[in-house]
């Protein structure tokens, strides 16, 4: 299993920034999908989660609104667009899958993680 993300740098407050994760080495079409976030000096949290269809399982309180997940299966990427970008959300980000879905059942297979991306918000 492998997980590349790709996309962070800098934003300014209110700006947007669209990360991506490219996955590989399992049939990505079957898993949920996470991003979590971990920002300095906190545990780790996750942002948000989206199903094997596309569709949202969750989003973080403090992104609701401005963060969307979605996922393109045919490219094997998943996505985190995030829009009016604020100081508090400067974390590094990662990608990760823990669930295989088949039917209407998912089962936990452990953590994956990918090596994270850093993206820093300031003016």
């Known amino acids: 299993v492998q997980l590349v993300e790709s996309g962070g740098g800098w934003v300014q407050p209110g700006g947007s920034l669209r990360l991506s994760c490219a996955a590989s080495g399992f049939t990505f079409s079957s898993y949920v999908m996470n991003w979590y976030r971990q920002a300095p000096g906190k545990e780790r949290e996750l942002v948000a989660a989206?199903?094997?269809?596309?569709?949202?399982?969750n989003y973080a309180d403090s992104v609701k609104g401005r963060f969307t997940s979605s996922r393109d299966n045919a490219k094997n990427t998943v996505y985190l667009q995030m829009n009016s970008r604020k100081p508090e959300d400067t974390a590094v980000y990662y990608c990760n899958t823990n669930r295989y879905s088949s039917g209407y059942r998912c089962y936990d297979v452990g953590d994956y993680w990918g090596q994270g991306t850093q993206v820093p918000v300031s003016s």
């Open positions: 989206i199903t094997i269809a596309g569709g949202s399982l």
